[in-house]
């Protein structure tokens, strides 16, 4: 399974755009690259997945380039609400989908 | 749909005691993954099942932990005997199927003490 590295803490202000870069240099051809949300005291939460280039929703945006190495959450004009540990994972179907949760990332927004 | 339910929410036991979590996955999915997060070890991956069959426990720490998954909408995961270090909050998620693009669906989690 690739080994993903992600800042441990980030600080934002309302209103602000907020990217989570994550590196996974030993990714597999077939893996995918997902994003999950924790917020205290709940399980994590879904937010995007993708396998190349950009994919985008309305929580998020993922943006993944052509050498896959690594990836950026892009979270755009935070709230207060959007404080959480975001979690970068990866992993592929052949791996039977196991995911492993790395330290992720505390975010914190600031008012 | 009700998502995936969890009980107890909390549980407070002794050492040696037996411990019973329990997990009601949603309803239709077919993999249900138990996890286990603490502070020093955040989220860890114990077991899960596809179709009611343990696919990988190869997260079980000891011979201790043991999960069960009798039909689609129940599965537990047991301690025994307990002991302090097990003290942690408890994940039950599920998903469709299997595969790694399939999203998981976390319950509210148990938080286990144990004194």
């Known amino acids: 399974l690739a080994k993903t590295t992600q800042p441990i803490s980030m600080d934002s202000y309302e209103g602000q755009e907020v990217n989570i870069t994550c590196s996974h240099n030993n990714i597999a051809t077939n893996d995918y690259i997902t994003w999950y949300q924790q917020f205290p005291s709940q399980g994590p939460r879904f937010i995007i997945q993708g396998y190349k280039t950009k994919v985008t929703n309305e929580v998020a945006s993922l943006f993944i380039p052509a050498d896959r190495k690594s990836s950026t959450l892009s979270l755009p004009r935070v709230s207060l609400s959007d404080t959480a540990v975001y979690y970068c994972?990866?992993?592929?179907?052949?791996?039977?989908?196991?995911?492993?949760f790395g330290q992720g990332t505390e975010l914190s927004v600031k008012p | 749909d009700a998502g995936v339910i969890q009980s107890p929410r909390h549980e407070v036991t002794e050492m040696g005691q037996e411990v019973t979590l329990r997990c009601k996955p949603i309803?239709?999915?077919?993999?249900l993954f138990w996890y286990r997060q603490t502070m020093m070890r955040g989220l860890e991956l114990l077991i899960y099942?596809?179709?009611?069959?343990?696919?990988?426990d190869s997260g079980m720490p000891e011979d201790r932990f043991s999960a069960k998954m009798p039909n689609a909408s129940f599965s537990t995961l047991k301690i025994q005997p307990s002991e302090p270090r097990d003290s942690a909050v408890y994940f039950c998620?599920?998903?469709?199927?299997?595969?790694?693009?399939?999203?998981?669906?976390f319950g509210p989690g148990t938080r286990l003490t144990v004194l």
């Open positions: 309803s239709g999915h077919n993999s």
């Open positions: 994972l990866v992993g592929g179907d052949n791996q039977g989908g196991k995911l492993i």
């Open positions: 099942f596809n179709n009611n069959v343990p696919i990988d």
């Open positions: 998620a599920s998903s469709f199927d299997q595969g790694a693009t399939d999203t998981q669906y």
